[in-house]
């Protein structure tokens, strides 16, 4: 059995994160994100789909859960899937996602101040990072599933049944094969590869990643030039999964990619593109761009702020990315965005 490095607070014995930098890059400098440990799906001899059983948990900083915020609310799953907020407090060591939101720093459902509590609840031999997305169980407390690839297509397609009248169909079943395509393409080359420039830890691996996401927003700025959506007229899952990287690129990982290639409002298409879906409420609803924009490590005192920490309050996101999109004329149904699913 593995050793643990343990922080007392509140009274509870709370495990130690680990880091991504010193657990997930090899020795030539690449980053390889961790696998997902609970993968179990839903339905018959997996986890029961039942109204209410389930709580989403997530950070606004995290595009790889916020995909999963924003589906939740396209698809009107709030009564039957309840949903909570975590993010990084300081303490003397990494402790992960606590519940910074809540009074006491603690779920008020769940009863835990920690989402790594869940995590060690379901097993007590986890030894990666304790991540969002998480969907826990309210009747046991257990992390049930934080596979970020497919979570959103449970939502889409498993929750069917509880989704709101005129909910969206995400996920077609005639191009199910195409987004998952381009749903893997979009993880190595534009979700994860900021990443992997990021944690980069060899010129050789930073250049790659780097080339390599650029070179996929080249590809995506071409596909736009033609259509509304990445398939077409209407929104699907893979445009969400976009848009969550997008919507940072100016304002957060900008910082870590060095040079700026080129910005998000660069690219015609792209831009018009990503403020077309934030003008959406449910992706709106879900996107905090003071939080993504504000630095995460800036030192009371110091002399050589961002202009972001200098003049974060007054920057009026909205008015930016509220501006006319100029999409429509791209689609053959102007007027909806959406393809409305069957229950």
Request: hydrophobic share 35%.
């Amino acid at each position: 059995m593995a050793e643990f490095d343990y922080e007392v607070v509140n009274g509870r014995k709370i495990r130690v994160r680990p880091v991504e930098t010193v657990s997930e890059v090899d020795e030539n400098g690449y980053f390889h994100r961790q696998p997902n440990h609970f993968t179990k799906g839903f339905g018959p001899g997996e986890n029961p789909i039942e109204k209410g059983r389930y709580r989403l948990v997530w950070a606004k900083l995290c595009h790889w859960s916020n995909r999963a915020s924003i589906v939740r609310e396209l698809l009107g799953l709030e009564d039957a899937i309840s949903v909570n907020m975590v993010e990084h407090a300081p303490h003397e060591k990494n402790l992960g996602w606590e519940f910074v939101y809540d009074e006491n720093n603690t779920d008020p459902v769940l009863n835990i101040q920690f989402l790594s509590e869940a995590y060690y609840k379901a097993d007590d031999d986890y030894t990666g990072r304790t991540t969002v997305p998480a969907l826990i169980d309210v009747q046991t407390g257990k992390v049930v599933n934080n596979d970020y690839n497919r979570l959103t297509n449970y939502f889409e397609v498993n929750f069917r049944e509880f989704h709101g009248e005129n909910a969206p169909d995400l996920y077609p079943e005639e191009l199910r094969e195409e987004i998952d395509k381009l749903n893997i393409w979009l993880f190595h080359n534009v979700n994860n590869g900021v990443y992997k420039t990021a944690f980069a830890r060899s010129k050789e691996a930073f250049w790659n990643a780097y080339n390599a996401f650029y070179a996929a927003l080249d590809i995506l700025e071409e596909r736009l030039g033609h259509q509304r959506f990445l398939f077409g007229d209407y929104v699907t899952d893979s445009d969400v999964r976009l848009y969550v990287t997008l919507a940072r690129l100016d304002i957060r990982y900008a910082f870590q990619l060095g040079h700026t290639k080129q910005r998000l409002i660069d690219y015609k298409n792209l831009w018009g593109y990503a403020r077309d879906l934030y003008q959406i409420p449910a992706f709106k609803n879900n996107t905090y761009f003071k939080d993504f924009a504000n630095p995460s490590n800036k030192k009371a005192g110091h002399l050589m702020e961002t202009f972001n920490a200098r003049f974060l309050d007054e920057i009026n996101f909205d008015a930016y990315w509220g501006a006319p999109a100029d999409r429509a004329h791209l689609s053959s149904d102007p007027g909806n965005k959406f393809k409305i699913g069957k229950r």
